[in-house]
């Protein structure tokens, strides 16, 4: 089977987040099990050419060109555009991670033009919107795909209400709840209870609360002055603030921010890290988080985070409702007895719920069925 992937942006600084890991890890899974899978997207911040390689997965790149001062919804590539009658015609399936933009609407509408087994998995990016671009790109162009897609896959109940939302009753009939999933991973050197290291590593913006982590550190120093803390990831609009509020609080000497992470580096520091910490609220479903969960780092998440009610259940980490219990709960985490309960029913969670295997196979009945 050949399979098309598409999503929005590829770059060496991840700055697209999320849904790249994704397409990767469900392209590899499909790799694995014979099937030829392959990455579409735009590509932008590499030194020399676009790479026609991602981590093992075919990968068609197209320069990106910034239409018009609006994230991610302003980069297309003309050329992206010209190809994707004939890109989406080659696939046996072509599998859309759909968001309101100029490279993924236009894919998944050749998709439907030409008659393609068409999948919409749409990451938490598709909600109820009140801006103008929004409502207008979901008259355009996002009710026809999503009612005319043959499977929409979401994440969380509450993401498949929001697509309800947006397309209006009846409600979508083909919806299918798919989980991300995270390849297995050994687990990771046992921390030996010294010399924590607390680690944040997702983007620098304001819903994900980095600052939140920073404000947290002092309190946790008094308790383990011999911590050590790292904040990473692209800058969306919050690297300053992490700075300033790591500057009032004398804290340069204590907080690494070595910016965007490789995907090698992220698992990397990962295993070093004694507890992931993520402050975001209404994260649909952190694929850092399940990376953390697949080496044993336990992780502390927020009560909106899709994935808190599984951390909870399995004591894989902590959940907490506001920033004011990060402290105790990392705090908590540090208890050596606590910490190695933890990370082995971390690392159980993300080989058994969140097993790629089981996504994959998953994945292959919804293909089959279209």
Do not use: C
């Given at each position: ?219 946790l120093l008094a308790a383990h002055p011999d911590a050590r803390f790292t904040v990473a990831g692209p800058d969306e609009g919050e690297l300053g603030a992490v700075r300033a509020l790591v500057d009032t609080l004398g804290l340069r000497d ?117």
């Open positions: 089977m050949r399979v098309l992937h598409a999503v929005t942006l590829h770059s060496p600084t991840h700055a697209f987040g999320g849904p790249v890991r994704v397409a990767l890890n469900l392209a590899k899974g499909l790799k694995e099990r014979g099937h030829e899978a392959g990455l579409l997207a735009l590509g932008d911040g590499f030194d020399s050419a676009l790479p026609t390689d991602v981590e093992g997965v075919p990968a068609r790149l197209y320069q990106a060109r910034r239409l018009a001062p609006l994230g991610f919804s302003g980069i297309t590539s003309p050329a992206l555009l010209g190809s994707a009658r004939r890109l989406v015609r080659e696939a046996d399936v072509v599998h859309v991670h759909l968001a309101r933009d100029l490279v993924t609407l236009p894919v998944a509408l050749a998709a439907l033009r030409a008659g393609r087994p068409l999948v919409l998995q749409t990451h938490g990016m598709v909600d109820p919107s009140g801006k103008a671009l929004a409502k207008v790109l979901d008259a355009l162009a996002v009710r026809r795909l999503l009612r005319g897609a043959g499977a929409v896959l979401y994440l969380t109940e509450h993401e498949r209400a929001g697509l309800d939302a947006v397309v209006g009753a009846p409600p979508l009939a083909r919806a299918v709840r798919l989980v991300n999933g995270v390849p297995a991973q050994e687990p990771r050197t046992p921390w030996d209870g010294t010399a924590p290291h607390l680690v944040y590593a997702a983007r620098l913006q304001a819903r994900k609360r980095p600052t939140d982590f920073v404000a947290a550190i002092p309190a204590k907080v690494a921010l070595p910016g965007p992470l490789s995907g090698e580096a992220m698992l990397r520091t990962l295993r070093e890290a004694t507890v992931y910490v993520l402050p975001a609220v209404d994260e649909p479903f952190p694929m850092s988080v399940l990376e953390a969960l697949s080496v044993g780092t336990p992780a502390v998440v927020t009560t909106s985070n899709g994935l808190a009610k599984d951390i909870a259940r399995a004591g894989a980490g902590r959940v907490v409702t506001t920033a004011d219990g990060l402290a105790p709960a990392v705090g908590d985490l540090l208890d050596p007895a606590h910490h190695a309960e933890a990370s082995r029913a971390a690392h159980a969670l993300a080989g058994g719920t969140f097993a790629m295997d089981a996504v994959v196979d998953r994945l292959l009945t919804v293909y089959e069925g279209l």
